[in-house]
């Protein structure tokens, strides 16, 4: 008897306190009834116009006139595709050599303290304007064509890239660089033999992420002007018969954007499984 009246006190002592209900709400937790709180508050916003409209009628109309897809403008629809994908190579590899430059300003460990807040200052700048106001402004310069397109690209992917770029710099091990400085060798030297060679699989790994969402903004861009497909999807857009062609052309993008997320997913998994190699190694 005495030892079941111990065993409950032991039970009773080894429950936890009781906490105010506030102390339960963590960041986490208002966050997340916050997002709750707006999802509820955004329904009103979804109501319709208050008229009677058909909308599954509508639903149907526009399916009947979507589907199939017409496989007649075809040709037309990979060129235009292809065009897409060389403003987005040509603008990625512009924004890579431009950000390489921009990155080392951008670094702490490599750069002085004034350059480095001017170098991030101006990458927030760059990063502000989103691409397809790039566009807008490119086709304002240049006019409508896919120059338009790399310019805006080139400078949309070159506020992200630096910033990539400069952070990898800071996590990079810098003793190799400050080796070949203690014997004499230039900045420009240690960086390509002392820093460059461990850099190499993470730029790389982003410039094909890069690749990949730049043929999708790519597609985008064109809409206001700046080459590729775009252009084919605001033409089609705009005429009422004209959306089995529109069908045609999303088909067309989303074989081609699947195939190349695909690749640079194995080709990112390869540089990753390189990289893990390497620290085994060492």
């Given amino acids: 008897m005495v030892f079941s009246e111990s065993m409950s006190k032991e039970k009773m002592n080894s429950k936890s306190p009781q906490l105010p209900w506030h102390s339960r709400f963590d960041l986490q937790g208002i966050t997340f009834a916050l997002f709750i709180l707006l999802g ?24 009947d ?17 292809w065009e897409t994908i060389q403003i987005a190579g040509i603008s990625t590899l512009l924004a890579t ?48 064509n896919s120059l338009a397109g790399v ?10 890239l630096a910033k990539f770029f400069s952070e990898a710099f ?13 014997l004499g060798a230039s900045s420009l030297q240690a960086f390509q033999y002392g820093l460059w060679p461990n850099l190499r699989p993470v730029i790389w790994s982003h410039c094909l992420w890069m690749l990949e969402y730049n043929v999708r903004s790519a ?23 004209s959306w089995d062609k529109f069908s045609m052309v999303l088909l067309c993008m ?12 194995k080709v990112r998994k390869s540089i990753r499984d390189q990289l893990e190699g390497k620290k085994h190694a060492n």
């Fill in 170 to 182: 800071e996590s990079a091990d810098l003793h190799a660089q400050s080796a070949l400085r203690s």
């Fill in 254 to 265: 989303l074989v081609i954007v699947t195939l190349l997320d695909l690749t640079g997913e």
């Fill in 40 to 63: 509820i508050s955004s329904l009103p916003a979804l109501e319709g116009s208050g008229r009677d409209l058909d909308y599954w009628g509508n639903l149907k109309g526009f399916l």
């Fill in 97 to 144: 050599l431009l950000s390489l430059v921009l990155a080392l300003g951008a670094a702490r460990t490599l750069s002085p303290l004034w350059l480095v807040m001017l170098t991030r200052m101006l990458l927030n700048c760059i990063r502000t304007i989103p691409s397809l106001l790039w566009a807008i402004l490119a086709v304002v310069l240049v006019g409508s």
């Fill in 65 to 81: 006139q979507f589907l199939p897809p017409d496989f007649d403008i075809l040709p037309q629809t990979l060129a235009g595709i």
């Fill in 151 to 160: 310019i805006a690209l080139t400078f949309y992917s070159s506020g992200y």
């Fill in 219 to 241: 597609s985008i861009i064109g809409y206001v002007g700046a080459g590729g497909i775009g252009l084919h999807l605001k033409l089609y857009a705009e005429s009422a018969e």
